[in-house]
């Protein structure tokens, strides 16, 4: 009877990556198949409630007729939520092993986001900021301890540059707010912004962190249809508010029509260029990372401004027509022209495709002046805006242009520079 090979042992050691307690080391920056984990899609989506929530206030202040108020709160509210998220997204991105430790200070994120969310009516109404700032510090506290895992796993420059990111978290700052006159509270909020902004410039000066740009780029844009997904949530909550009143539908029409012309052209902008490529050859992405804040709360802005025309259209507001349509044109425009700036102008050839989106965002501008139908005379002048950029690029488009080993465009910069290969087609819409 011939002897059964021996049975192999079951694992009692798990390998290192299915450990549940790991060294938080960097992850490498030319990972081949770097996607965005289920872990982010959660943190992203727990950001549409707050997103949702400083939208709502932003109405009801517009509306109520404390528009600069409101507007000032709006402002100061999503930094704090654009803050925190990008922080834990520039970090995920250089850091996440994924193991249990990492999973559960990632959901005390998550909790601070919630009580930030539970404070912004509060904020306000009231100028209440204690709950909005205990749940930021609840956020940040968290992150504090990632980057000390990672100072504690690694050495020399990069051990550095985790001590300056664990170290240069403002907290006390921010809980300064809580003392201090209503009066002086922007002031000082405008302080405490700018020296958090600085925080990574200084850090990153001793050990870059090795974030991934195409898994940077992919994670902005989640934020991006995050942003826009509420405002049409928004708007079709104010529209079905009005049609349940039995109010005339004729006059939501254009506002309707025109809302989704806009959200419509927000998405074709945004995301028609491989923005990734522009990252890995740009000697800039602080400021490109930085400048989202302006896509984000424009781009939120939008619904909070259509909810408001459909109050005005309804009478439930004693705002002008003017007042009500520069509350969607205004934010509309801002967008547009951010989005050519950190995205498009980098892939356009010729004044005629720069000159798409600035013309498109003046002449948004222009249309707040058209009353009733100012919504829709934008939303007519954005899809132009989109109908222009394709008959350019395709008239622009030659077959010598080549594409890049990756099969996505190539920058301007980066055929100068050569810091990507090939030549892509510009300015692709």
């Known amino acids: 009877m011939t002897s059964s090979p021996a049975l192999q042992p079951v694992c009692c050691a798990a390998p290192a990556h299915h450990r549940p307690l790991r060294r938080l080391t960097a992850r490498g920056r030319d990972e081949t198949h770097r996607g965005v984990s289920s872990l982010e899609h959660f943190f992203d989506l727990c950001f549409i409630v707050a997103i949702a929530q400083a939208g709502a206030q932003l109405v ?16 100061m509210i999503f930094f704090a939520i654009w803050w925190a998220w990008m922080n834990f997204t520039w ?10 430790l990492y999973r559960v200070v990632t959901l005390i994120q998550i909790a601070g986001v919630l009580v930030l969310t539970a404070g912004v009516s509060r904020a306000f109404e009231e100028h209440a900021y204690l709950v909005v700032i205990l749940g930021y510090v609840i956020m940040r506290l968290a992150m504090t301890a990632q980057w000390l895992r990672v100072a504690r796993s690694s050495r020399g420059p990069e051990r550095t540059m985790a001590l300056r990111y664990a170290i240069g978290l403002c907290q006390v700052g921010w809980l300064g707010l809580l003392a201090l006159p209503e009066a002086g509270r922007p002031w000082v909020f405008l302080v405490m912004g700018l020296l958090e902004m600085a925080v990574p410039l200084y850090a990153e000066r001793a050990h870059p962190t090795p974030w991934h740009p195409r898994h940077i780029a992919e994670r902005y844009g989640l934020l991006t249809l995050i942003v826009l997904g509420e405002t049409i949530a928004a708007a079709t909550v104010a529209v079905k508010s009005g049609i349940d009143e039995h109010k005339a539908l004729g006059g939501l029409l254009p506002i309707v ?17 491989p923005i990734h490529g522009h990252l890995r050859s740009s000697r800039q992405p602080f400021l490109w990372g930085y400048g989202h804040y302006l896509i984000f709360v424009s781009g939120a802005a939008i619904g909070a401004g259509l909810e408001v025309t459909v109050e005005q259209a309804l009478g439930r507001t004693h705002l002008s027509a003017l007042s009500a349509s520069a509350a969607v044109t205004l ?33 948004v501008v222009v249309c707040t002046f058209l009353g009733r139908w100012a919504v829709l005379a934008a939303g007519l002048v954005a899809a132009l805006a989109v109908a222009a950029g394709v008959m350019l690029t395709a008239l622009g488009a030659s077959p010598e242009r080549g594409r890049s080993e990756e099969g996505d465009a190539v920058p301007l910069e980066g055929r100068c520079t050569g810091a990507a290969t090939g030549a892509g087609r510009a300015g692709r819409r």
């Open 60 to 75: 009801h202040a517009v509306v109520g007729g404390h528009t600069g108020e409101g507007i000032l709160d709006y402002l």
């Open 91 to 100: 970090f995920a991105s250089a850091y996440d092993n994924d193991d249990v």
């Open 257 to 273: 029509a025109g809302g989704l012309l806009i959200i419509f052209a927000a998405w074709w902008v945004y995301f028609a260029v």
């Open 331 to 363: 934010p509309t425009a801002l967008f547009l022209l951010t989005a050519w700036a950190l995205h498009s102008r980098f892939y356009k050839v010729g004044i005629a495709q720069q000159s798409v989106l600035p013309a498109t965002a003046l002449l």
